[in-house]
């Protein structure tokens, strides 16, 4: 892994956990707080982007990685918002993001050992 793969491995790993906190509050929250709403599709369209910027090559060697769901539902959302089906959206940050995170945990932990360590000094700590 290159570290540019790395700093963006964390990006995704900064939208996973945010969309697992907002699915922490709840589908009442969803349903009632319209800004927790557009924080949840707007992570998609982050999602989305930050799976984009890993390249085509990193999306090919994870194939468990729903890419054109995700990047369908990004337009959808960015172009199409008055049809966006919220219990899509919902299931995507409740329970298709955890298990993304889950899926990538060992990855995103070397991303992150990679970054915050330089073997020159032994600790890098930039990100």
Known sequence: ????????????????????????????????????????????????????????????????????????MRNRIAHNYWTVDDDIVWAVVAAHAPELLRALTDEIGIARSMLNSDPSTGDRNTI
Not at 2 to 19: C, P, S
Not at 41 to 63: C, F, K, T
């Open 1 to 72: 892994m290159d570290e540019r793969t790395a700093e963006r491995l964390l990006y995704v790993d900064a939208t996973l956990t945010e969309m697992t906190q907002l699915a922490k509050r709840g589908r009442s929250a969803y349903s009632t707080d319209i800004a927790v709403a557009r924080a949840c599709q707007y992570n998609v369209i982050r999602l989305a982007a930050d799976l984009e910027r890993l390249g085509q090559h990193w999306l090919d060697a994870h194939p468990a990685v729903p890419w054109k769901l995700i990047r369908g």
